[in-house]
C-alpha cells in the first residue's frame, strides 16, 4: 500500500491551523498513525487508530478519516511544533507502510 | 517508565558484518512486538520487519526480506538488528520500536542507531 502525503510543505503562522493529508492507495480501515518528528530526534507517536491521540498528545492535535482518506489537524500552532510529520498504514501485516513525509513549518 | 536504549553509532567498511541492539526497559518485553525503521540521510521512514520476543516470531516488510535479520534474547529484554555483509546503501538510522500492543504503530521508540558504511 502506498502512503502518499500532502501538502510536501506547509508554512503556518503561530496560532493558526495547519491541515497535513494522507491518502492510501487501498482502504486501510481505521489502521492508520501519525508521528512527528522533530528535528535530530526519534519519531513521536501523536494519533492511533487514525483519531485516538496518544498519551500525553495535547488536544489541539486531532486526527480524522478512515479508509483511503486521513488528516492531521493542529488548531493552533504552536512554534514547537515545527517538526516533519508521518503517515503509517497498519493494515496489512508485514509490510506497513508509511507515506513521505510532510514538513511543518512556522511563518 | 517504558525506555528502549540502542547501542551507539557504528562506521563500518563495506562487507563487513554488524549487529546493533534495543534493550527495554519498563514493560514486559517478550510480551510486544518489536519493530525495526530505516531512515536513510534526509528521507522518510521504513518499516523494515518486527520480532515477537516470547516466542521469536519474526516478520520481514517484502522490501528487507533477506536482506537483514532481526533477532531477540528475551533472558536480557534485547532485541538485534544484523547484517552479514553491509553495503554503502546501508548507511542510514535504524529505530527500534515497541509496538502498541496488537496494532502495528509504534508507541516507544528507542533513540536510534546511526550505521555509516565507508570504505
Known amino acids: 500500500i502506498v502512503m502518499t502525503q500532502s501538502p510536501a510543505t506547509l508554512s503556518v503562522s503561530p496560532g493558526e491551523r495547519a491541515t497535513l493529508s494522507c491518502r492510501a492507495s487501498q482502504s486501510v480501515s481505521s489502521n492508520l498513525a501519525w508521528y512527528q518528528q522533530k528535528p535530530g530526534q526519534a519519531p513521536r507517536l501523536l494519533i492511533y487508530g487514525a483519531s485516538t491521540r496518544a498519551t500525553g498528545i495535547p488536544a489541539r492535535f486531532a486526527g480524522s478519516g478512515s479508509g483511503t482518506e486521513f488528516t492531521l489537524t493542529i488548531s493552533s500552532l504552536q512554534s514547537e511544533d515545527l517538526a516533519v510529520y508521518y503517515c503509517?498504514?497498519?493494515?496489512?501485516?508485514?509490510?506497513?507502510?508509511f507515506g513521505q513525509g510532510a514538513k511543518l513549518e512556522i511563518k | 517508565e517504558v525506555q528502549l536504549v540502542q547501542s551507539g553509532a557504528e562506521v563500518k567498511k563495506p562487507g563487513e558484518s554488524l549487529k546493533i541492539s534495543c534493550k527495554g526497559s519498563?514493560?514486559?518485553?517478550?510480551?510486544?512486538?518489536i519493530g525495526w525503521v530505516r531512515q536513510m540521510p534526509g528521507k522518510g521512514l521504513e518499516w523494515m520487519g518486527s520480532?515477537?520476543?516470547?516466542?521469536?516470531?519474526?516478520r520481514y516488510s517484502p522490501s528487507f526480506q533477506g536482506q537483514v535479520s532481526i533477532s531477540a534474547d528475551r533472558s536480557i529484554a534485547t532485541a538485534y538488528l544484523q547484517w552479514s555483509s553491509l553495503k554503502a546503501s546501508d548507511t542510514a538510522m535504524y529505530y527500534c520500536g515497541r509496538r502498541g500492543g496488537s496494532d502495528g504503530f509504534i508507541d516507544y521508540w528507542g533513540q536510534g542507531n546511526l550505521v555509516t558504511v565507508s570504505s
Open positions: 520480532i515477537y520476543p516470547d516466542d521469536s516470531d519474526t
Open positions: 503509517q498504514q497498519y493494515n496489512t501485516w508485514p509490510a506497513y507502510t
Open positions: 519498563g514493560y514486559n518485553f517478550g510480551g510486544y512486538w
